[in-house]
C-alpha cells in the first residue's frame, strides 16, 4: 500500500502542490532507499526538478526531512483523532488506535520515526523535534485514558501515555504476526487501565 498525502488543488496552489510532490517523492526515497541516500540532488532528480527549485522549498536536507516527519505526524494525528472520536468505548478506541499504527508504522510510517529517533541522538534540532512530536501524542491519548481513569491525575495520565507509546513503539521492531499485535494491544489496555 502506497501512503500519500492528498495533493492540494485548485487556483493558487501551485506551491501547495509542488511541496506535496516533493514530500511524497523524499518519502517514499526515504522509505525505500534509506537515510543515505535521502539527498536533495536525488530527490530533485525524481520530482523532475533542478536542485536550485528544490531548494527555494526545502533549502536544506533537513528543512525537507523535519517537513517530512511533520507531515508523517499531522496524518497519523488525523487518523488517531477520527478513532479516538468515533463510536466505541474507550478500551476499542486504544486497541483499535494500536492496531492502526502498528499495521502503519509496520509497513514503513515506522522508518520515517526511526530516522527522527536515530538524528535526535545527535542533533538538537531534531532532539526538539522528537520530544515536540512524542509531546503532541501523548497529550492525543490523554482523552481516551481520562475515559478509561476519571479519577487519575494528569500526571498519571502521562506517564501512562508515555508508556502505551513506548509499547506501541517497541511493536514496531518485531515481525508483526497478529498474535503478537494482539498481545500488544493487550499490554497497552493493561496500561491504560492502570
Known amino acids: ?17 509542488r511541496r506535496a510532490e516533493i514530500l511524497a517523492v523524499a518519502r517514499r526515497l526515504l522509505v525505500e532507499d534509506g537515510y543515505d541516500r535521502f539527498v536533495l ?32 505526524f499531522a496524518a497519523n494525528q488525523t487518523e488517531v483523532a477520527a478513532i479516538t472520536a468515533g463510536p466505541g468505548t474507550a478500551d476499542t478506541k486504544l486497541a483499535s488506535v494500536t492496531r492502526h499504527l502498528i499495521a502503519v508504522w509496520a509497513r514503513d510510517g515506522g522508518r520515517v520515526y526511526a530516522v527522527m529517533s536515530f538524528l535526535a541522538l545527535h542533533h538538537d534540532r531534531f532532539r526538539a523535534l522528537h520530544r515536540e512530536i512524542y509531546a503532541a501524542f501523548y ?18 495520565l502521562l506517564e501512562t501515555a ?19 499485535v494482539a498481545r500488544a494491544v493487550a499490554a497497552v489496555g493493561t496500561l491504560a487501565r492502570g
Not at 500500500?1 to 501551485?14: A, E, F, I, L
Not at 497529550?139 to 478509561?148: G, Q
Not at 508515555?162 to 503478537?180: C, E, Y
Open 41 to 72: 540532488r536525488e530527490i530533485a532528480a525524481r520530482v523532475g526538478v533542478m536542485l536550485g527549485n528544490l531548494q527555494y522549498y526545502y533549502a536544506t536536507r533537513d528543512d525537507l526531512l523535519e517537513a517530512l516527519i511533520r507531515a508523517e
Open 139 to 156: 497529550e492525543s491519548l490523554i482523552p481516551v485514558l481520562r475515559e478509561m481513569r476519571p479519577r487519575a491525575s494528569r500526571a498519571e
Open 162 to 180: 508515555r508508556l502505551v507509546t513506548t509499547v506501541i513503539d517497541g511493536a514496531l521492531v518485531q515481525p508483526p504476526s497478529r498474535s503478537f
Open 1 to 17: 500500500m502506497t501512503y500519500s498525502w492528498p495533493v492540494p488543488r485548485g487556483p493558487g496552489q501551485k506551491g501547495d502542490q
